[in-house]
Each structure stands twice: as structure tokens, then as C-alpha cells.
């Protein structure tokens, strides 16, 4: 596609079940980063892939959160035991992976995810 | 850590207003800066960026420039439009290490009325 695309683009569960959100990054690009928008915590980090290596998971809020990347391309984003502050919306951003400080990431539309 | 402070919004403009958002950071060395907008019900899309002092990032009429020595990145637009209502986020890359993950300021919602 011409974009990065996520989906579900909505997501409602009930507290304590698991939630997998996905995304598609812009083809042929190699770093993916998963970022939370929270009305507490504004943007944040969550973690970042090269290829589908994860070098930096360092914004990942607990163990109940994991990420995996596959094939170089689409990564999921998997909640276990979802609690209610989990409620946020979950972006995903890609940019081509060269050596590059500039380099523009291009972002999804989230996911919107909300925990009763 | 590094960090970026921008102002809080809501911003509230007539059209053709002055439009200012202040912007400033903190970080070791030359972090790159980027200015990135949220448009209503859309994603975020980078609207301008500049990676060394005295750059000015510049689109859409909307301009930035790199001041280091008050570590700022100031948004300016000389008259905004309705179509400018969005909410606006200030963001740098470290200048080394990080993974060039983007480290963003808490947003500032911007309401232009006609």
C-alpha cells in the first residue's frame, strides 16, 4: 500500500483479556516503531524494530506487553491481561532504515483501544 | 533525559491570525527537530523538521527554526487558515544513539474560527 496501515482501527475489550493490534509498515522499509497516545502520557515510545530485530524495547510499560515482527514486514503489538489504563491509542510508524537522523518516519492511523 | 516542553492549548485563533506555538527542548549535543500534525479523525504527518542550528524548517506557510543557543523550535504562521485546526506536536531525535526514536511534547490543539 501507499501508506502504513494498522487495524483494528478500534478496539473495545473487557479488562483482563488479550488484545493483538497489527501493522503494516510502507513497503521496503526495514525500521518499524510502535508509539502509545495516552491523555495521561501523551506520545510515547513503545519500541522499535530493524528488520525484525528489537533492539530497543525500552518504552514497553510492563511484561504484559509484547511485539514481534515478521518477514521484515508487518508487526503485531500483543496486550496480555489488558487492565483499563491500557486504554490509548497505539500507533505504528515506519521509515526506509537508513543510517539517517533525518530520516521521516510516516505513521498510521492507530488504533484505538479501549479497556472496560 | 531528553525532553521537549511546548505550550499548552488550546490555542484559539480568528482566521488570518498570527499563529505561535513555543517549543523548547532538552538534550545533549544536536538533536534533529520536527514539528508534526494531527488533523482531525487522520494520523500524524510531519509537517516540517531541521537538523542543525539556524535551520528553518519550513511548509505549508508554517516555518521553525533551530536556535540553539535557547534551545527552542518556535511554530509560526503569519495567517492562519481554518483548515490549520489541528492539534500540533513538537518532537526531537536525540543527536546520538536512540534509534532515532521520536521523543514528542505533550501537543498543543489548535481551533482557527472563521
Known amino acids: 500500500g501507499a501508506g502504513v496501515s494498522q487495524s483494528p482501527s478500534n478496539k473495545v475489550t473487557e479488562k483482563g483479556k488479550d488484545v493483538e493490534l497489527r501493522c503494516d509498515p510502507i513497503?521496503?522499509?526495514?525500521?518499524l516503531y510502535w508509539y502509545r497516545q495516552s491523555l495521561g502520557q501523551g506520545l510515547e515510545f513503545l519500541i522499535y524494530?530493524?528488520?525484525?530485530?528489537?533492539?530497543?524495547k525500552s518504552g514497553l510499560p510492563s511484561d504484559r506487553f509484547s511485539a514481534e515482527r515478521t518477514g521484515g514486514s508487518v508487526s503485531t503489538l500483543t496486550i496480555q491481561r489488558t487492565q483499563q489504563e491500557d486504554s490509548a491509542v497505539y500507533l505504528c510508524?515506519?521509515?526506509?532504515?537508513?543510517?539517517?537522523?533525518?530520516?521521516?518516519?510516516?505513521f498510521g492511523p492507530g488504533t484505538r483501544l479501549l479497556v472496560l | 533525559g531528553d525532553s521537549v516542553t511546548q505550550m499548552e492549548g488550546p490555542v484559539t485563533l480568528s482566521e488570518e491570525a498570527f499563529l505561535t506555538i513555543n517549543c523548547t527542548y532538552t538534550?545533549?549535543?544536536?538533536?534533529?527537530l520536527f514539528w508534526y500534525v494531527q488533523y482531525p479523525g487522520e494520523g500524524l504527518q510531519l509537517l516540517l523538521k531541521?537538523?542543525?542550528?539556524?535551520d528553518k524548517g519550513s511548509n505549508k506557510g508554517f516555518e521553525a527554526t533551530y536556535r540553539k543557543e535557547t534551545t527552542s523550535f518556535h511554530l509560526e504562521k503569519g495567517s492562519v487558515q481554518v483548515s490549520d485546526s489541528a492539534v500540533y506536536f513538537c518532537?526531537?531525535?536525540?543527536?546520538?544513539?536512540?534509534?532515532?526514536?521520536?521523543?514528542f511534547g505533550a501537543g498543543t490543539r489548535l481551533a482557527v474560527h472563521p
Open positions: 538534550a545533549t549535543g544536536y538533536p534533529s
Open positions: 531541521a537538523t542543525k542550528a539556524d
Open positions: 510508524a515506519s521509515r526506509a532504515g537508513l543510517a539517517d537522523q533525518q530520516e521521516t518516519q510516516y
Open positions: 518532537a526531537l531525535i536525540p543527536f546520538s544513539g536512540g534509534y532515532n526514536k521520536l521523543i
Open positions: 524494530f530493524q528488520g525484525n530485530s528489537a533492539p530497543d
Open positions: 513497503s521496503g522499509h526495514t525500521a
